[in-house]
């Protein structure tokens, strides 16, 4: 099963930080987590990825359970414009497993 | 650079019309694919193609055709519109560098489609 599970909404305050879990328990080895965040009416926006290291980018960190069963996407500080739904997905060698299931609704609240 | 562009972006059909959707991409990217989002959902793959003159069936491919005769364009064809196919659909296109696993997608704004 190439589904994650990850909380169907969560509430921050602007200007703090945001974590954001995903569950993903039946990871294989060479599976990759790719967190995706998709604002009102516009596709899919790559956020970041990682396999078993923490990863950090302009956008977000990414923080990996050391036994790959779950991990984090950090927002350090988040604003308005991060008020979106994102998406925590496995990606692994099969092109057709790939699933985006129905994400954590984030709303940023001023 | 445009990135994936998406066309139409907004379309009416009546049941059993036909249609394209047209996705183009000018990052050179090899791998292209077709989702399908409904509400409240998250996305689900309907074809995706891994270089010209290839295509391959993803999760949800009844009712939908698909083309890639050049390398930045991948059409998607609903030969006979069912209500049921009223969405919204995404293209997106990635990299081969590496594994596959470990390129981002880039994806296009939607093309929002109302079937009647």
């Known amino acids: 099963d190439a589904k994650t599970t990850q909380p169907n909404s969560m509430e921050s305050n602007e200007e703090e930080p945001v974590h954001l879990p995903c569950n993903h328990s039946?990871?294989?080895?060479?599976?990759?987590i790719h967190w995706y965040r998709q604002l009102p009416s516009q596709g899919p926006e790559y956020v970041i990825h990682?396999?078993?290291s923490n990863v950090n980018n302009r956008m977000a960190s990414l923080a990996i359970a050391e036994d790959r069963k779950s991990s984090t996407l950090i927002l350090h500080r988040a604003t308005l414009r991060d008020a979106a739904v994102y998406y925590c997905?496995?990606?692994?060698?099969?092109?057709?497993?790939?699933?985006f299931g129905p994400g954590t609704s984030l709303s940023v609240i001023p | 650079n445009a990135g994936v562009t998406q066309t139409p972006k907004f379309r009416v059909l009546k049941t059993g019309q036909s249609m394209t959707l047209l996705c183009a991409q000018d990052?050179?990217?090899?791998?292209m694919y077709w989702y399908r989002q409904d509400p409240g959902m998250g996305l689900r793959l309907i074809h995706y193609?891994?270089?010209?003159?290839?295509?391959a069936k993803g999760e949800v491919p009844d009712g939908y055709n698909v083309s890639r005769l050049k390398k930045q364009n991948f059409l998607l064809g609903l030969e006979s519109a069912a209500p049921s196919q009223t969405s919204v659909y995404f293209c997106?296109?990635?990299?081969?560098?590496?594994?596959?696993?470990?390129?981002?997608?880039?994806f296009g704004d939607g093309t929002r489609l109302s079937i009647l």
């Open positions: 997106a296109s990635s990299y081969v560098q590496g594994r596959h696993s470990n390129q981002p997608q880039h």
């Open positions: 039946t990871i294989s080895g060479t599976d990759y």
């Open positions: 990682g396999l078993t």
């Open positions: 997905i496995r990606r692994g060698t099969s092109y057709d497993k790939v699933i």
């Open positions: 990052m050179n990217h090899e791998y």
């Open positions: 193609s891994v270089g010209e003159g290839t295509t």
